[in-house]
């Protein structure tokens, strides 16, 4: 019997992408958030993201705006519990790298090198913990390396230079560029402040730049990538699932940005 192989290491992956002339695109889903969750995940690795950022559910989302606290919700009253969000990314057969996006307190509930390990055996090769200080990063990043699961980092318009620097040396997978400050959530326009913190973290790294927070429309994510490498998709596509679009309506979704990426 022959076995698939596992999705692509996330920051090869990437780099290679860009090396042959591809916008990034890394659609975001939250996990359990509806019954048909993984066919969604299926529907948007098919329709053309370059990876998929999957949150694990959690009951006191900081960083996220009402329209990915719905979905939180949502599938917390469905009973979704972090080991269920990673066995359905496992067998869900997905070929594109898969990253989580989680709150510490999950990560220090399940112990650093279990959720590590688990990440990696579920295929999933990469982690995005936002409320975890570059100073407190230590324990977890040593236990996220030791099990080949890349920690991508954030820079934010208030992060200073020296800092991004620091960030960026320790960043792996790509660096996340936050477009504005506040929560996610879909906005008109992008902030003005994307440039300056894409130009900054290109002066510390030549690691993947992808832009998230407030890219919303496909004239928006082709707006992100004239400065950056990619964009990352979240609310816009949570919206349609939590509205009942399904999964079509997610892959739909996620083809218009490729294809506006593919124009640009």
């Avoid at 992956?13 to 042959?20: D, I, V």
């Avoid at 100073?135 to 954030?154: I, N, Q």
């Avoid at 440039?195 to 998230?212: H, L, M, N, S, W």
Wanted: aromatic share 4%.
């Amino acid at each position: 019997m022959t076995v698939a192989a596992g999705p692509p290491a996330l920051e090869p992956w990437l780099r290679a992408r860009r090396a042959g002339g591809s916008k990034l695109l890394v659609p975001y889903l939250m996990g359990a958030m509806t019954e048909d969750w993984v066919e969604a995940l299926q529907a948007v690795a098919a329709a053309g993201a370059d990876a998929v950022e999957v949150g694990i559910p959690f009951s006191d989302p900081m960083m996220d705006g009402p329209v990915i606290q719905e979905a939180s919700v949502r599938a917390l009253d469905r009973g979704a519990t972090p080991h269920q969000v990673i066995d359905d990314v496992a067998a869900s057969g997905v070929q594109v790298p898969v990253a989580v996006m989680t709150y510490y307190n999950i990560v220090f509930r399940a112990g650093h090198r279990r959720m590590a390990q688990s990440l990696s055996a579920a295929g999933i090769g990469a982690a995005i913990v936002p409320d975890l200080p570059l100073e407190e990063l230590g324990p977890w990043a040593e236990a996220a390396d030791a099990a080949s699961v890349a920690t991508v980092l954030l820079v934010a318009p208030s992060t200073p230079a020296a800092r991004v620097e620091r960030i960026c040396a320790r960043a792996r997978g790509f660096v996340y560029a936050v477009a504005r400050m506040g929560v996610t959530g879909e906005r008109e326009s992008l902030g003005s402040e994307t440039a300056e913190v894409v130009g900054r973290i290109r002066a510390a790294t030549d690691a993947p730049v992808c832009v998230g927070v407030g890219v919303s429309t496909p004239s928006q994510a082709r707006a992100a990538c004239e400065i950056a490498d990619g964009v990352v998709v979240g609310s816009a596509l949570v919206r349609r699932l939590l509205e009942g679009g399904g999964p079509e309506a997610a892959g739909e979704f996620v083809g218009r940005l490729r294809e506006a990426l593919d124009e640009g």
